[in-house]
T-cell receptor, first 113, second 111 residues
């Protein structure tokens, strides 16, 4: 079975641009969470979606948005990119809405120049 | 304020040595997890502990959850170069709240 898959794996954007990151959860998993990991730090929670509804939002500005599709895949959008948005963006999936067993994808490396 | 404090931040040891890394908080967690992350990859779940005082073993790795469910430790016996990586602890307060991560312990095992 495939694990959590994310695309693209690496991308470079210019300040002010917009980016969309994609995630496919493990088959059968209905919850997707997004995390940002800046170099040298642990992952920081951005969003959780369960059954296409937002279940939680971290302390991130409104430039960050996400959605979950009927097939449980998800997209994370970031508008008006800043240099500080450069990070590894991780998607994690779980079967239910609880968070004590989640599985991460390999992440999307975003560099903003 | 970091909810989960991990120590040490960096650790460099010789192959064959033993080590312990710590994850501490003033908050009570319903569960706590340990992950290992290699450069350029996502974190990989090693273990989840849910009961105060619980001890779990995974080959040469021993995980302990504190009695009060506020802290945890990871002990590695006879470290190998393949153990090199970033060890992250993460906890959730109620089972339905987002995971909170520590900053991690970066372990380097030298042959």
């Amino acid at each position: 079975d495939a694990g959590v898959t994310q695309s693209p794996t690496h991308l470079i954007k210019t300040r002010g641009q917009q980016v969309t990151l994609r995630c496919s959860p493990i088959s059968g998993h209905k919850s997707v969470s997004w995390y940002q990991q800046v170099l040298g730090q642990g992952p920081q929670f951005i969003f959780q979606y369960y059954e296409k509804e937002e279940r939680g939002r971290g302390n991130f500005p409104d430039r960050f948005s996400a959605r979950q599709f009927p097939n449980y895949s998800s997209e994370l959008n970031v508008n008006a990119l800043l240099l500080g948005d450069s990070a590894l963006y991780l998607c994690a999936s779980s079967f239910g809405s609880g968070t004590n067993t989640i599985y991460f994808g390999e992440g999307s490396w975003l560099t903003v120049v | 304020t970091q909810l989960l404090e991990q120590s040490p931040q960096f650790l460099s040891i010789q192959e064959g040595e033993n080590l312990t890394v710590y994850c501490n908080s003033s908050s009570v967690f319903s569960s706590l997890q340990w992950y290992r992350q290699e450069p350029g990859e996502g974190p990989v779940l090693l273990v989840t502990v849910v009961t105060g005082g619980e001890v779990k073993k995974l080959k040469r790795l021993t995980f302990q959850f504190g009695d009060a469910r506020k802290d945890s430790s990871l002990h590695i016996t006879a470290a190998q170069t393949g153990d090199t990586g970033l060890y992250l602890c993460a906890g959730d307060v109620s089972g339905n709240t987002p995971l909170v991560f520590g900053k991690g312990t970066r372990l380097s095992v030298i042959a």
